[in-house]
T-cell receptor, first 113, second 117 residues
Framework: DVKVTQSSRYLVKRTGEKVFLECVQD?????MFWYRQDPGLGLRLIYF???????EKGDIPEGYSVSREKKERFSLILESASTNQTSMYLC????????????FGPGTRLTVL | AQKITQTQPGMFVQEKEAVTLDCTYD???????LFWYKQPSSGEMIFLIY??????QNATEGRYSLNFQKARKSANLVISASQLGDSAMYFC??????????????FGRGTQLTVWP
């Protein structure tokens, strides 16, 4: 089974802190994605990556950065967390060979105080 | 413009009845794929069904079927014989076949389905 894991299920940080959210997949997928999910807004794409060291901005990249140094790992970085970044963060991976069906991690619920 | 539109924020259905969740999409790309995901209250995203733009037949997976009307750009999810465990948020999503953005999905805002006994 494809497995996508995220470093934390719940995270509480203070305003201004630097926050790292880690995502690891074990299926050798080329593509990896970070979304945030807010009530009534669905899933919004923050950043995605289709290869190591490659990244593309999604629809809401402001306030975020990403890193992909290894194929299996995709990190989301909040350089200076703000309260409006309190949200559920979902990581996903996919492969063109599997019609790009996305496999999701369990999510990280981030609260910024 | 929204790539994926789900016009039903909430739907209610009685157990054992069928229910249709609406989804319309917007693309000029002839090659695309349509997905439905289920998200129970526990939060995990569960893949349900896929339809490719060139597929001639509507996709089916057990109690789930996708009513694909290409000319109307519609990809409704039909759940037959609803069960209490079907209560969840349902998301429609689309992939377009374009260059470096190949692989990203566009999601709708979701429909919250409640199945009552």
């Amino acid at each position: 089974d494809v497995k996508v894991t995220q470093s934390s299920r719940y995270l509480v940080k203070r305003t201004g802190e630097k926050v790292f959210l880690e995502c690891v997949q074990d299926m050798d997928h080329e593509n990896m994605f970070w979304y945030r999910q807010d009530p009534g807004l669905g899933l919004r794409l923050i950043y995605f990556s289709y290869d190591v060291k490659m990244k593309e901005k999604g629809d809401i990249p402001e306030g975020y950065s990403v890193s992909r140094e290894k194929k299996e790992r995709f990190s989301l970085i909040l350089e200076s967390a703000s309260t409006n970044q309190t949200s559920m963060y979902l990581c996903a991976s996919s492969s063109l060979l599997q019609r790009n069906e996305q496999f999701f991690g369990p999510g990280t619920r981030l609260t910024v105080l | 413009a929204q790539k994926i539109t789900q016009t039903q924020p909430g739907m209610f259905v009685q157990e054992k009845e069928a229910v249709t969740l609406d989804c319309t999409y917007d693309t000029s790309d002839p090659s695309y794929g349509l997905f439905w995901y289920k998200q129970p209250s526990s939060g995990e995203m569960i893949f349900l069904i896929y339809q490719g733009s060139y597929d001639q037949q509507n996709a089916t997976e057990g109690r789930y079927s996708l009513n694909f009307q290409k000319a109307r750009k519609s990809a409704n999810l039909v759940i037959s014989a609803s069960q209490l465990g079907d209560s969840a948020m349902y998301f429609c999503a689309m992939r377009e076949g374009r260059g470096s953005t190949l692989g990203r999905l566009y999601f709708g805002r979701g429909t919250q389905l409640t199945v009552w006994p």
